[in-house]
Nanobody, 124 residues
Framework: QVQLVESGGGLVQAGGSLSLSCSAS????????MAWFRQATGKQREFVSY????????AYHDSVKGRFTISRGFAKNTMNLQMHSLQPEDTAVYYC?????????????????WGQGTQVTVSS
């Protein structure tokens, strides 16, 4: 059973920056994907970014390209999301997720394990 623990998030003014981290434990395979999704109030959960283990292949939703950066953390099995130039439309609960099947990486239904979510609020 994989467990994910998120940290970071909070309240920031438009144009500001925030960082999120996700720590994973319990992976049974050496190849997997870790991703960030977000869900704004009244909207469906949407893909934000993913990174592969190993290989560090990354991908981003078009709306965050050039503003968000996903990376591995210094600690083993940790993932970070650096968010810059935040806008009110980035306001959402951000979820860390992981899957070991390595398939359909932008589809939330492909992910088996989820963190508890962390709130990101961007004020205008």
């Amino acid at each position: 059973q994989v467990q994910l623990v998120e940290s970071g998030g909070g309240l920031v003014q438009a144009g500001g920056s925030l960082s999120l981290s996700c720590s994973a434990s319990g992976h049974t395979r050496s190849t997997y994907i870790m991703a960030w999704f977000r869900q704004a109030t009244g909207k469906q959960r949407e893909f934000v970014s993913y990174i592969t283990w190993p290989g560090d292949i990354t991908a981003y939703h078009d709306s965050v390209k050039g503003r968000f950066t996903i990376s591995r953390g210094f600690a083993k099995n940790t993932m970070n999301l650096q968010m810059h130039s935040l806008q009110p439309e980035d306001t959402a609960v951000y979820y860390c997720a992981t899957q070991e099947r390595v398939t359909r990486a932008r589809d939330p239904d492909s992910y088996d394990y989820w963190g508890q979510g962390t709130q990101v609020t961007v004020s205008s």
